[in-house]
């Protein structure tokens, strides 16, 4: 193949690859954009439910509660550690009972244990429900969780409506009262504090997945537990607000392929460049060589 062509054909496809790259990485930010913008509609019953994520606000920690044996306690008793946090309400006849069943499924997979590295605070936002409602929600969670004297680290609270309203509204959890079914309206998600009582990570749903849930409660405790391959994982993974998980860094990775990607072609490019060059002029080549020959004296 003539030099001319061969170098026509690598800047063809140098040029494809620079513009297969530019796609890849600005239409990801794009397409996530354009799916955030959809709303999706509400009925009227839920137009004022919903989760509000409100990262970093302080949540007010001397709201005064009732703990699962009637005692008064406060959010800054259980301060000091991360802490997970679910509104609930007891005898709500589903999604608290999977939400709260969540927790202890990813607490179970976890090696860290409530009362030792982190907290777990459940508080009712029924104002009528009573701390006996609440000892028997505890008792039936920690047949489940069965891990020794970890029954310090769960507290399932009770208290007034301004209470659990100032704390629901602090921190995004929009609920509603529906007094033709006697029941709550409300979203399903789980909030891990940092110790100091502030927002760190929402999850949604009613399934935490172990590994998120351990890197938010490393993440909320300023690396203060967890091991160096934790923060190792989360030096690759990143929070992702709008799913309410960890995701890989798959933009930069991409960035960073498509450096490596470019700098393949450059190197490339040039070696065929300095090839058709000695191609094209032999002669030079060896008198350059010849030049740079140190010279032998004689005997």
């Known amino acids: ?13 140098f040029g494809l690859i620079c513009v ?17 913008s959809q709303t999706a509609w509400k009925p009227a019953a839920l137009r004022n439910v919903g989760i509000e994520q409100r990262m970093g606000v302080q949540v007010p920690l001397e709201l005064p509660f009732a703990d699962e044996l009637g005692r008064p306690v406060t959010l800054r008793q259980y301060s000091g550690k991360p802490m997970i946090l679910a509104l ?3 005898q709500c006849p589903s999604l608290c009972n999977m939400v709260l069943n969540g927790i202890v499924r990813s607490a179970k997979s976890l090696k860290m244990t409530a009362g030792n590295e982190f907290e777990v605070v459940a508080v009712s936002f029924d104002p009528h429900e009573t701390p006996e409602m609440a000892a028997a929600k505890k008792a039936s969670y920690m ?16 208290g007034a409506a301004a209470s659990s309203r100032t704390l629901a509204d602090t921190v995004g959890f929009r609920y509603s009262y529906d007094a033709l079914t006697n029941q709550y309206a409300h979203a399903s998600a789980i909030i891990v504090l940092t110790p100091e ?27 203060r537990i967890g091991s ?9 993974y990143h929070w992702d607000p709008a799913r309410g998980k960890y995701g890989l860094v798959i933009q930069n990775v991409l960035r960073i392929a498509g450096l490596l990607t470019l700098g393949s072609l450059l190197t490339f490019m040039l070696i065929m460049f300095r090839r058709d060059f000695r191609a094209a002029h032999p002669y030079r080549a060896v008198d350059t060589h010849r030049q740079t020959r140190p010279h032998r004296g004689t005997v």
Not at 4 to 9: G, P, R, T
Not at 143 to 158: A, N
């Open 20 to 36: 297969h790259w530019w796609l890849v990485l600005f239409s990801v930010p794009v397409f996530a954009q354009m799916t955030n």
């Open 1 to 13: 193949m003539p030099a001319h062509d061969l170098q026509s054909k690598v800047i063809r496809i």
């Open 197 to 223: 009582g502030r927002t760190s990570q929402y999850f949604y749903g009613i399934e935490y997945p172990a590994r998120d849930l351990r890197l938010a409660l490393i993440e909320a405790s300023h690396h």
């Open 143 to 158: 047949k489940e969780y069965e891990r020794p004297k970890s029954e310090y680290g769960w507290h399932f609270l009770t």
């Open 228 to 236: 160096a391959i934790d923060q190792v994982m989360l030096y690759c």
């Open 88 to 90: 609930v309400y007891y």
